[in-house]
């Protein structure tokens, strides 16, 4: 099973001035530093949760289809564009959206969405090969910073200011307070996919 990011989110959740107010700073030396950070912060918060936190588009590949759902990583699920398929000739085919259903689980944390056959329909059988089912999905929390979780915000937030603080390497007396704050993130970890 591979996922590939094929359309990335246009922005970060946290702008570089909600930073700079966040850190108290008002001057511009250290912008291209900050905006580093940021995207540091948010990619260990997506790894951590395995959550996609500003809508982006995906293309789940694997080898067949299973018997019954497909839990879809990247979590929270917002639609399926195509679901797709190599048939016994080797032509790409499309999943008709009326064979199958997909259950996003809303914004709740922790659960990722799935996609199962529509009732009374079955999956088709791919080719026998690697990469023959193919399924594209949004996911994300939503387009801006606001629809994100405000807990997620406060660990990025407070990640970026440690970053910022401690550029040396952690010390041991530090590490219990990151641990600390990695509990803000808890609720929305994916455990599953």
């Given at each position: 099973m591979i996922i590939t990011q094929t359309v990335p989110p246009d922005k970060e959740p946290l702008t570089l001035e909600q930073v700079k107010g966040f850190l108290r700073i008002d001057h511009d030396e250290e912008d291209s530093?900050?905006?580093r950070l940021i995207a540091s912060a948010r990619q260990q918060a997506e790894m951590i949760t395995r959550n996609?936190?500003?809508t982006a588009t995906f293309r789940y590949d694997f080898d067949a289809f299973p018997c019954g759902s497909i839990e879809l990583p990247r979590p929270p699920l917002q639609s399926i564009s195509l679901i797709q398929y190599v048939d016994s000739e080797g032509q790409l085919q499309t999943v008709s959206a009326s064979d199958y259903q997909v259950i996003t689980q809303g914004k709740e944390p922790g659960v990722p969405g799935s996609v199962l056959p529509a009732y009374g329909?079955?999956?088709?059988t791919p080719r026998y090969q690697?990469?023959?089912v193919r399924i594209t999905f949004l996911a994300g929390w939503g387009l801006e910073s606001d629809e994100i979780p405000q807990p997620i915000i406060d660990w990025m937030l407070i990640r970026i200011?440690?970053?910022y603080e401690n550029r040396q390497l952690y010390e041991p007396g530090q590490i219990a307070t990151v641990e600390f704050v990695d509990m803000l993130l808890r609720p929305?970890?994916?455990q599953k996919v």
């Amino acid at each position: 099973m591979i996922i590939t990011q094929t359309v990335p989110p246009d922005k970060e959740p946290l702008t570089l001035e909600q930073v700079k107010g966040f850190l108290r700073i008002d001057h511009d030396e250290e912008d291209s530093f900050l905006e580093r950070l940021i995207a540091s912060a948010r990619q260990q918060a997506e790894m951590i949760t395995r959550n996609q936190f500003i809508t982006a588009t995906f293309r789940y590949d694997f080898d067949a289809f299973p018997c019954g759902s497909i839990e879809l990583p990247r979590p929270p699920l917002q639609s399926i564009s195509l679901i797709q398929y190599v048939d016994s000739e080797g032509q790409l085919q499309t999943v008709s959206a009326s064979d199958y259903q997909v259950i996003t689980q809303g914004k709740e944390p922790g659960v990722p969405g799935s996609v199962l056959p529509a009732y009374g329909k079955s999956w088709p059988t791919p080719r026998y090969q690697p990469d023959a089912v193919r399924i594209t999905f949004l996911a994300g929390w939503g387009l801006e910073s606001d629809e994100i979780p405000q807990p997620i915000i406060d660990w990025m937030l407070i990640r970026i200011a440690t970053l910022y603080e401690n550029r040396q390497l952690y010390e041991p007396g530090q590490i219990a307070t990151v641990e600390f704050v990695d509990m803000l993130l808890r609720p929305y970890v994916v455990q599953k996919v």
